[in-house]
């Protein structure tokens, strides 16, 4: 079965930083990744996912993140927070089995902007 | 084209009482997901319906039931409520069965139980 696992339950940072969310998952095949971004009150949004290919994948909002096959990780990364990124961010990975076409979420990470 | 759309966005219920919860899929996805959400934690799956057919269950008890119809709406049915219920119940739509695509979620129920 798979897994994810977001480590940084919150993470500070000031707006203009770096920002690294880290995930890491497991899986028995090449898995389905994704990163969501969900605010208060709100649904999830999808940020970008990886299927296959290239492993530096850009998505909305200028968050991009890199598969490393040999951590088994999908690191979510934004050269500059705006204070607008405060969220919590839940990395996933879908896979198609005899259980359905499911996504499986790591517990996310809280992100909060410091102006 | 419109998005995902659940209703209600509030309930509050007693433990024991039997619930109805709503969503419409976008337009043209037959496929839908509901996954439950309790608080600071991260989605987790309750089943996932394909052309009016239960396509796949997570580990949730049988009080746990849904529906599709023709136009691929669907109903999220829990039965004898308990207060670990108590969550955001999110429905999620997406194309097809096909794990590399996009699952597009609803706003999502609030559910407290009581």
């Known amino acids: 079965a798979q897994s994810v696992t977001q480590p940084d339950i919150h993470i500070t940072v000031s707006e203009g930083a770096s920002l690294e969310l880290r995930c890491n998952y497991s899986?028995?095949?090449?898995?389905?990744l994704f990163w969501y971004v969900q605010s208060p009150g709100q649904g999830l949004q999808l940020l970008l996912k990886?299927?296959?290919?290239?492993?530096l994948v850009q998505g909305i909002k200028g968050f991009e993140a890199e598969f490393k096959r040999s951590q088994s990780s999908f690191n979510l990364r934004k050269p500059s927070v705006h204070w607008s990124d405060a969220a919590e961010y839940f990395c996933?990975?879908?896979?198609?089995?005899?259980?359905?076409?499911?996504?499986?979420f790591g517990t996310g990470t809280q992100l909060k902007v410091e102006l | 084209e419109t998005g995902v759309t659940q209703s209600p966005t509030h309930l509050i219920k007693t433990r024991g009482q039997q619930v109805t919860l709503r969503c419409s899929s976008q337009?043209?996805?037959?496929?839908v997901s509901w996954y439950q959400q309790a608080l600071g934690q991260g989605p987790q799956f309750i089943f996932q319906y394909y052309r009016e057919e239960e396509n796949g269950r997570g580990n949730f008890p049988p009080r746990f039931s849904g529906l599709q119809f023709p136009n691929y709406s669907s109903e999220l049915n829990v039965n004898a409520l308990e207060l670990d219920d108590s969550a955001l119940y999110l429905c999620?739509?997406?194309?097809?069965?096909?794990?590399?695509?996009?699952?597009?979620f609803g706003p999502g129920t609030r559910l407290t139980v009581t």
């Open positions: 990886y299927f296959s290919g290239d492993t």
């Open positions: 899986y028995g095949a090449t898995p389905y």
């Open positions: 996933a990975v879908g896979a198609l089995t005899g259980g359905g076409n499911k996504l499986t």
């Open positions: 337009s043209g996805h037959n496929t």
């Open positions: 999620a739509s997406t194309l097809d069965l096909d794990s590399g695509n996009e699952q597009y």
